[in-house]
């Protein structure tokens, strides 16, 4: 268990944050630019250290200023993946892969052996003799990742892991993330601006806005309850996982949704509330997706109005309160919602 209180002061900014992380813990960190969350992985990686604050791994403690106590990063068993990856030029895929399980001490036929087992699961085995600077961004990502996976750190720390990548490889270097991180043992801190990545591969999500922890729960409860007007309009937005005929999706949790366009097979949608309609009586006219739901709580958040919609499947709406109040939307209340087809964004999971 990571247990750390951080407390880093700079000119006009201030950290001040309070984080656990348990095993097999997988915790998101979201919050807008330059709230510290970088930062907060420089500090628990011992690239920067803590002002004031402890930060222990179980019983050894890795950082505190008031007994002189300091674990140098590679002594402190993490791995760090940021989203500009820094790979060895002057090495081959395969090579920077080995090169940290050898800096660990396995033997160089165990580690290449590793290596190539990490290149083929993140799809590269073709490229595992070409260097860095014949890969594209998201090739020397998927190195980047490989190389700190086949460590299998004690504490995994991404830094915005899959934003190098285009939207087709995403979804898959993302299954081999959520593969490999339900086998874990050790935790993982995971640094978004992706509120599906959030949902697909956190137990946990804690957000950061100005240097400090404004919510902290699980993506759903984030979701359903935001508590700032940031965190309602990142992580309000409604991620439903199904399996896709290329057009209509049947949801894993039951209903269907209609995509304009989707890849047909595993795939997750996301549906912002702000383009959710809601009414009283079933609506007239073609829009695709059309379904009684039934309030369950009403929210203002800012200038809009959250209204957590049960049904199949459930969703999240954004109304203006002029509207809510138009359409009398207490809790309780029976309506339809609908959304747009076009308003439906699918990729493959
Ligand atoms: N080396 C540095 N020296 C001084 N100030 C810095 C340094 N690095 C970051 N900062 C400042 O510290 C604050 C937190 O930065 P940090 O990079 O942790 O934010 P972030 O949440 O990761 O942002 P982003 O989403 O843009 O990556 C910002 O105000 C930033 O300008």
């Not at 935001?226 to 937005?237: D, E, F, I």
């Not at 996301?270 to 997706?289: L, M, Q």
Request: charged fraction near 20%; hydrophobic fraction near 45%; proline fraction near 5%.
């Amino acid at each position: 268990m990571i247990a750390a209180r951080l407390l880093v002061r700079r000119a006009g900014f201030t950290l001040d944050v309070d984080l656990t992380v348990g095993p097999g813990e997988v915790v998101a960190v979201l919050g807008p630019n330059g709230a510290g969350k970088t930062t907060v992985l420089r500090a628990l990686a011992g690239l920067e250290a803590v002002d004031e604050g402890r930060i222990a791994n179980d019983d050894t403690v890795w950082d505190d200023p008031a007994t002189g106590a300091w674990v140098p990063p590679q002594g402190r068993g993490v791995g760090l993946v940021f989203s500009e990856h820094l790979l060895f030029a002057r090495m081959s895929a395969l090579e920077n892969v080995s090169f940290g399980l050898r800096a660990r001490r396995v033997d160089r036929r165990a580690a290449r052996a590793r290596s190539l087992e990490w290149l083929a699961r993140l799809g590269l085995t073709e490229l595992a003799d070409r260097r860095p600077d014949e890969l594209s961004r998201g090739q020397a990502q998927r190195v980047a990742l490989a190389r700190t996976l086949a460590t299998r750190p004690r504490l995994l720390l991404l830094d915005e892991p899959l934003a190098a990548l285009d939207a087709t490889v995403r979804g898959e270097v993302r299954r081999h993330l959520a593969d490999y991180l339900r086998g874990e043992h050790g935790g993982c801190l995971l640094v978004t601006h992706d509120p599906v990545d959030a949902t697909l591969l956190a137990n946990r999500a804690v957000v950061l806005e100005d240097g400090h922890v404004t919510q902290d729960g699980t993506p759903g409860e984030l979701a359903t309850a935001p508590r700032t007007a940031w965190t309602a309009k990142l992580l309000g937005v409604n991620v439903y996982r199904g399996t896709s005929d290329g057009a209509r999706v049947s949801l894993d949790g039951g209903g269907t949704l209609t995509a304009a366009s989707a890849p047909t097979g595993a795939v997750v949608l996301t549906v912002s509330p702000a383009s959710v309609a809601v009414h009283r009586d079933r609506p007239a006219g073609s829009p695709r997706n059309v379904w009684p739901v039934t309030v369950t709580a009403v929210q203002q958040t800012g200038h809009t109005v959250r209204l957590t919609l049960e049904g199949t499947p459930p969703i999240s709406a954004d109304l203006t309160p002029g509207a809510v109040a138009e359409l009398g939307l207490a809790a309780g209340a029976h309506a339809w919602a609908s959304v747009k087809a076009n308003e439906v964004r699918a990729e493959a999971r």
